[in-house]
């Protein structure tokens, strides 16, 4: 079968890891902070079209240093994240987010946010998380596409914060939250600062997730940091985990104990980390038998959207109509929903033209 662009665009698609405040499209950014009156900070104006020039995406541009990374592309969040620091704006914003997968013809989806940049006096962590969630099931009534919430932990915070972050998650895990997340700068924050935030996970038996082998950093850093998420932070799933394929004793461990990973080619990209996306080792992972699947991480700051990393990677390593299959049922097989909700989407990808065991 010949993968086109309307192939890509049209196949239902499953994805585990996407940022939510990375991800907005631009109008509803504009159109929920204009419905609230907040104010977006960053612009050198509040106009749509400064809002617009300030996403236009530089295809040449790179986030491949410290300092472009924090200083740039960190930076960037700051307009999606002023929309969450209210109840109404983090409901609709995860409303909308919702829809965009919809248009983008998902079935499942995995979206995580860092809720400690949302709080301010009179809402609370609880607060945030609570009103993300009824914002996600609005949108599953509507579209019906399913998204799970991963609450990340922004590393750079102390001990205390990422104490109740993690706390504040496994309050949640019976009512949409799947897992608990580390994110940001991992060169500066390594993943061992918050064991003790993933011993309180461990202990509730909430699934766990790390951004490990990610950065645009010392390759022995890189590994050094899944080799800590795995050993000390016991993850079930790896973010990014860039060297992997060329780590033989970390590779037959995440083979071994079923680790997730969380591909992100197109994002790798852009930070620089990779100049190929045949430097990730796809191929070699899929006969590996790696539970390894495709994500955007944030696709408003890459320009990007799942139907283009899809369609990257398969020219990259020549994939077919099997590989797509398998790496959409790797994220559902791999998925931290419950039994229940992956029977249904197994069902619900067959009712869509694409089942997901030929």
């Not at 240093?65 to 983090?90: D, S, Y």
């Not at 010392?218 to 990014?240: F, Q, S």
């Not at 994002?267 to 038998?289: F, P, Y």
């Amino acid at each position: 079968m010949f993968l086109d662009r309307r192939f890509f665009e049209d196949v239902p698609k499953a994805q585990l890891h996407i940022h939510m405040d990375g991800a907005l499209p631009v109008e509803d950014i504009w159109a929920i902070s204009q419905k609230h009156g907040i104010n977006l900070p960053k612009l050198p104006e509040q106009t749509r079209e400064a809002l617009e020039a300030y996403y236009r995406v530089d295809p040449d541009e790179r986030f491949d240093t410290v300092e472009r990374f924090v200083g740039v592309f960190l930076a960037k969040f700051g307009p999606t994240i002023a929309l969450t620091k209210t109840p109404a704006g983090m409901r609709e914003a995860a409303t909308a987010h919702v829809r965009d997968l919809a248009r983008q013809k998902h079935v499942y989806a995995e979206t995580r946010f860092a809720p400690q940049y949302s709080v301010k006096k009179g809402f609370s962590l609880q607060d945030v998380i609570q009103e993300a969630l009824l914002g996600l099931n609005a949108g599953y009534l509507e579209t019906g596409t399913l998204v799970k919430l991963i609450i990340s932990i922004g590393r750079e915070c102390d001990q205390e914060t990422s104490l109740a972050v993690a706390k504040a998650a496994t309050e949640f895990q019976h009512n949409g939250v799947v897992a608990l997340d580390l994110a940001c700068s991992e060169e500066e924050f390594p993943p061992e600062l918050h064991i003790g935030a993933y011993r309180i996970a461990t202990e509730a038996r909430l699934k766990r997730t790390v951004h490990a082998g990610e950065f645009p950093c010392d390759r022995d850093i890189r590994v050094k940091n899944m080799r800590t998420a795995l050993t000390d932070l016991r993850a079930n799933g790896l973010g990014h985990a860039i060297p992997l394929a060329g780590e033989d004793e970390i590779l037959a461990r995440v083979v071994r104990d079923g680790i997730r990973i969380e591909s992100c080619p197109l994002s790798n990209l852009k930070t620089g980390t990779i100049k190929d996306i045949r430097e990730l080792g796809l191929d070699k992972l899929l006969r590996a038998g790696v539970r390894v699947s495709l994500s955007t991480d944030d696709p408003l700051m890459f320009g990007t959207s799942m139907a283009d990393v899809m369609q990257a990677t398969c020219d990259a390593y020549g994939f077919g109509l099997e590989d797509v299959r398998t790496l959409t049922r790797n994220a559902v097989q791999s998925a931290f929903c419950n039994d229940e909700e992956r029977t249904r989407l197994y069902y619900e990808f067959m009712r869509r033209g694409f089942p997901l065991f030929a």
